[in-house]
Nanobody, 129 residues
Framework: EVQLVESGGGLVQAGGSLRLSCAASGFTFDDDDIGWFRQAPGKEREGVSCISSPDGSTYYADSVKGRFTISRDNAKNTVYLQMHSLKPEDTAVYYC??????????????????????WGQGTQVTVSS
């Protein structure tokens, strides 16, 4: 069974940090591009960051560049999103997604939306002002 499980969300004050984890199982994780997306109430889902396979290229949305860092540990089948200098506008449910296709890219300042085959259930990040 394919699973992506996000963890690490929570409540943090503005300026604080969180590290999200995305643990994968049930598929060949090493071969997949992995993306992080978020969706705030009343807003469309947006791409935050992605990391490609096998070269590990990374891309960030303009809104998080310089504050967030994506990384992957293929030995642990896990992708991380380290978030610093969090802002109230970062409040959202964060999802990770996996794709066997070369979908990790940035176009017109935005992280490409896929197609991603597998999605996690999401983890809530709330940043208080």
């Amino acid at each position: 069974e394919v699973q992506l499980v996000e963890s690490g969300g929570g409540l943090v004050q503005a300026g604080g940090s969180l590290r999200l984890s995305c643990a994968a199982s049930g598929f060949t994780f090493d071969d997949d591009d992995i993306g992080w997306f978020r969706q705030a109430p009343g807003k469309e889902r947006e791409g935050v960051s992605c990391i490609s396979s096998p070269d590990g290229s990374t891309y960030y949305a303009d809104s998080v560049k310089g504050r967030f860092t994506i990384s992957r540990d293929n030995a642990k089948n896990t992708v991380y999103l380290q978030m610093h200098s969090l802002k109230p506008e970062d409040t959202a449910v964060y999802y990770c997604a996996a794709s066997p296709w070369a979908v990790c890219m940035k176009v017109a300042g935005m992280i490409g939306g896929g197609p991603y085959d597998y999605w996690g259930q999401g983890t809530q990040v709330t940043v208080s002002s």
